[in-house]
């Protein structure tokens, strides 16, 4: 038997995993990630990994390599990190060959939420489908993009930042990257709250105005209303589906995917955003461009990035 070791790397916490050689996930597991440094925290995993290798008495020789997802920009060609924002580390990292050095095996990084659209693709809600778009919804934006079965990374690794396609061409909230009207303004958590205080106005009635009032609204609350037919929420979230839509029918005109994969924290909205993005989806779409996609949620969860690693290793490594 040959294993595929996989991690994660969240700001609080990283994933692992371990598969066999059929992509079938064995054994999953967390470990804080806490306030240790890149190299304490990159050997906290190595040991993790030879720990639970012991477990299964097996070792390193019986692995075939180490796929890793970091959330920061990734130099894919050579598993070079520059910066993650959510663990800390400032300038590059040599997450390649720092854990390579460690483990004695080979190494492929990528950005989390690349491995997570990968994931969806190979083994979730894509199907396995060749061309597949990943949309990751929480306080962000981000995705990935699958075409003919390979991740794009593109020129400087910015393929995929779905999150900063402009679709709010009314600018009217600034962006984490400098600009305005991007997706991630109006379609993430923070962007159902903007929309809500928007629209307020129109709709005193809400169940949601002691919290508007009161500056406490999350996204959450939006949903749950919504969820009760609250018509401000039903409006805010109609809106959201717009612009996802609008965002959609960019990458449908550019890469033609089968299908549109939508998960992270705000999917959880479920069928009433999902329909919304599907009804205005057509109407905002090169038709030859619309015709037969399928927009659907992700299925995967939390396991999504290491599924992405598992499938990177099996791409990339032989
Ligand atoms: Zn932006």
């Known amino acids: ?116 659209a990968l994931g969806e693709q190979y083994k979730g809600a894509g199907k396995n489908y060749s061309n597949v778009a990943v949309l990751t919804i929480g306080t962000g934006v981000g995705g990935g993009i699958i075409s003919n079965r390979e991740l794009m990374h593109g020129f400087k690794g910015a393929s995929g930042e779905v999150g900063h396609l402009k679709v709010d061409h009314t600018e009217q909230f600034q962006c984490n990257c400098g600009h305005r009207g991007c ?36 996204s959450r609350d939006v949903i749950t209303a919504a969820g009760q037919k609250d018509p401000l929420a039903l409006k805010v979230l109609n809106k959201v589906g717009y612009f996802i839509a609008l965002g959609l029918s960019y990458i449908a005109s550019v890469v033609n995917p089968s299908h549109f994969v939508i998960g992270g924290g705000v999917s959880d909205a479920g069928h009433i955003l999902l329909d919304s993005v599907i009804s205005q989806f057509p109407t905002v779409t090169f038709p030859p461009a619309a015709e037969g996609i399928n927009i659907v949620l992700a299925e995967l969860g939390n396991d999504a990035g290491i599924y992405g690693a598992a499938r990177l290793v099996e791409q990339y490594i032989k």
């Open 183 to 218: 997706l991630e303004t109006v379609a993430s958590a923070t962007g159902i709250v903007n929309l809500c205080y928007d629209f307020q106005k129109d709709f005193p009635e809400s169940i949601l105005s002691e919290l508007i009032d009161a500056g406490t609204l999350s």
């Open 1 to 116: 038997m040959k294993y595929v070791l996989t991690a994660d790397l969240g700001g609080t916490s990283c994933k692992l995993g371990i598969f066999d050689q059929e992509l079938e996930l064995i054994e999953k597991w967390r470990i804080p990630t806490g306030i240790n440094s890149e190299t304490e925290l990159l050997k906290e995993i190595a040991t993790s990994f030879q720990k639970q290798l012991e477990k299964m008495e097996s070792n390193v020789d019986e692995c075939i390599g180490i796929g890793i997802g970091v959330p920061g920009p990734v130099n894919f060609k050579d598993g070079v990190v520059n910066g993650a924002v959510n663990l800390g580390w400032k300038g590059k990292v040599d997450v390649k060959g720092i854990l390579s050095n460690l483990m004695n095996l080979e190494v492929i990084v990528d950005n989390d939420a690349n491995l997570a």
